[in-house]
């Protein structure tokens, strides 16, 4: 029964060559996707696994309505190809750009607190990381698939198909400005998300100072290490409720966002 349907499928394939070159390039569309986006992606190396999940999205997302006849020339077809390339891989960015603004404070509170020689190595990117920013990183991870952001990508990306035909993206200027703007972000969300371990750590290191001036026996060099990297993690977890909150404000842009961008 399976042989005869997949035969049936193949033969289908082969008289309607259009079907299988718009079958090709939503599931480009939907790998370069789940290249980029947290959560549910997994880099290359995670490809390999999810590849039936970007060939069922792609079954999901199929409409006969809207299929593109095979191009004559081998130069339109790459061209398409990439165009769908782009247009996963933009709103696989998006969310992903929000997990790099939280990995950019762990960068910064680790730093502050003198924790950048201790690093753990992030599968995904196989880039070491600080230990703070990896916690970061997953935190905000979670809190995207808790508050739905992949359903939010997923839905845009699927509805593509029936406003815009496959093969035809290109970036516009205003979404390209709001690519820019939305990487320039990362760098103040970090701020953000670290500022009260920034903060904390400046009082800690002015009242060491006056303890100094005080009670110069005081070896300020043996207690400092320790007590700003109590401190620094103690507000940490302290801010975790505001940084989640944060995120999840964050998250809730997602929408907008990835409208603006691939409009």
């Known amino acids: 029964m399976e042989t005869d349907i997949l035969g049936a499928l193949t033969q289908l394939l082969l008289q309607r060559l259009d079907v299988g070159w718009t079958f090709l390039l939503l599931l480009t569309r939907h790998v370069s996707f789940l290249l980029l986006v947290p959560g549910i992606g997994g880099g290359f190396p995670g490809i390999t696994i999810r590849y039936p999940a970007a060939v069922a999205f ?25 165009s769908e390339m ?23 509170a680790s730093g502050t607190m003198g ?13 070491s990381l ?9 935190l905000a991870t979670l809190v995207f698939l808790l508050v739905g952001g992949h359903y939010a990508a997923l839905l845009q990306l699927s509805s593509l198909q029936d406003t815009m035909t496959p ?14 703007d939305q990487s320039a972000y990362v760098f103040y969300m970090g701020c953000m998300i670290a500022a009260p371990v920034i903060v904390a750590l400046l009082l800690t290191n002015f009242v060491m100072a006056l303890i100094s001036k005080a009670v110069p026996t005081v ?5 400092s290490f320790p007590l700003t990297i109590a401190v620094g993690l103690g507000i940490s977890i302290i801010a975790l409720p505001e940084v989640v909150y944060y995120l999840t404000e964050q998250y809730r842009r997602l929408e907008h966002l990835l409208l603006i961008t691939v409009a």
């Open 167 to 180: 093969g035809t993206f290109m970036l516009s200027g205003g979404g390209l400005k709001a690519l820019i």
């Open 58 to 82: 792609t079954v999901a997302a199929f409409s006969v309505k809207n299929v593109v006849p095979v191009p004559p020339d081998m130069g339109i077809m790459t061209a398409q190809l990439v």
């Open 130 to 138: 600080p230990d703070l920013a990896r916690l970061y990183s997953d």
């Open 115 to 127: 924790l950048n020689g201790a690093q753990l190595v992030d599968p995904t990117t196989q880039a």
């Open 219 to 223: 070896n300020l060099f043996i207690i």
């Open 86 to 108: 782009l247009l996963g891989g933009l709103i696989g960015l998006i969310p992903l750009l929000i997990v790099s603004g939280a990995q950019v404070a762990g960068h910064i």
